[in-house]
């Protein structure tokens, strides 16, 4: 198969991943994952491959090829993955589950390389720009940070006590932090170099940004600048964007029947894609606030999303 330049596939309760052409919407190729619902899906840096995390596995899929076999699996967690990401260079996973923990994977090897217990489920996990530090949010309300240079936690936060932090994002040059919770708010904090290594929180703002639950947030990447946005997708059905100098509302997307799931932006930030229990995906224009392509064929409820349409990293 010859890879396509735009990778953009979507994971869905009907037990199926699919892959789609982003500007005709057709689905050309659909994966049957009958083992579990997939909860996340990440494209590695060089498009080459597809990690879906499920339960309690996380398999890893070959874009370029047909097969409907992963050519990976990795199996220590207990309980549902929740989050799964890579290390910009695509050398290492990092993964965030309901049984507590925080692992990192190499991708040149089998098993888990390390593990991080957060004494709670794992909801949400992202690697700061700095590539040494993970920041992980979990069911209890609890923000920490992994220091991986000094494998330990370096720095604990519980924004709203009992209160589930369901997302998770940080700015592309590592300025700002922002957490969303199951009560519709947004935590956002700028995050201090000191003389260590070690990253500090100050308090920025705090956004009451649904009525319902919030179950994204996504800051714009570095090629939106020098416009800023904060994408926040809720069980209100709807997604909205806010301008990150003074968070005003900039735009509500309206358009999906049901809760949304999950987000994410175009490398430039002129798009964004969006999954939905209403079992669609769709293509929304930044400038306008339209939708401008919805993805059908999933039969249930699509929870989430993933886009890779950049230049792949510079062979090292």
């Known amino acids: 198969m010859s890879q396509p330049t735009v990778i953009l596939a979507t994971a869905s309760y009907d037990h199926t991943i699919r892959f789609w052409e982003a500007k005709s919407g057709r689905c050309y190729r ?3 994952y009958p083992d579990s619902q997939v909860n996340r ?6 498009k080459h491959f597809l990690a879906a995390a499920g339960n309690p596995h996380i398999r890893l899929f070959d874009v370029n090829s047909n097969s409907p076999q992963p050519v990976m699996s990795y199996d220590s967690h207990t309980n549902n993955v929740m989050a799964v990401g890579f290390q910009c260079d695509g ?4 993964s965030g589950s309901e049984d507590g923990t925080v692992k990192i994977w190499d991708l040149r090897a089998p098993g ?4 991080y217990e957060s004494r709670a489920a794992v909801n949400t996990v992202v690697l700061h720009p700095n590539q040494t530090e993970l920041i992980s949010g979990d069911q209890n309300g609890n923000i920490r940070v992994w220091d991986l240079t000094a494998n330990s936690c370096s720095c604990e936060l519980v924004p709203e006590v009992d209160t589930a932090v369901r997302s ?3 700015m592309w040059d590592g300025s700002l932090v922002v957490a969303a919770n199951n009560h519709g708010t947004c935590y956002v904090w700028r995050l201090l170099r000191g003389t260590q290594t070690m990253t500090n929180f100050e308090p920025l703002h705090k956004l009451q940004a649904h009525k319902g639950y919030i ?4 800051l714009s990447p570095e090629f939106c600048e020098p416009h800023r946005y904060l994408a926040t997708a809720s069980s209100d059905h709807t ?3 806010w301008n990150v100098d003074g968070f005003t509302l900039e735009k509500t997307l309206i358009g999906h029947q049901r ?3 999950d987000c994410v932006f175009s490398v430039d930030g002129a798009y964004l894609i969006t999954a939905s229990s209403d079992t669609t995906a769709r293509l929304w224009s930044m400038s306008t606030g339209e939708d401008i392509k919805v993805y059908q064929g999933h039969h249930k409820a699509t929870i989430c999303c993933a886009l890779h349409d950049g230049a792949e990293p510079a062979a090292s």
Request: charged residues 20%; aromatic residues 14%; contains cysteine.
């Open 30 to 32: 659909t994966i049957q």
């Open 168 to 170: 998770l994002t940080v």
């Open 215 to 218: 179950l994204k947030c996504l």
């Open 239 to 241: 997604v909205k964007i």
């Open 112 to 115: 888990c390389q390390r593990e």
């Open 41 to 46: 899906l990440e494209i590695t840096p060089d």
């Open 259 to 261: 809760w949304v799931w």
């Open 91 to 94: 050398n290492w996973m990092y």
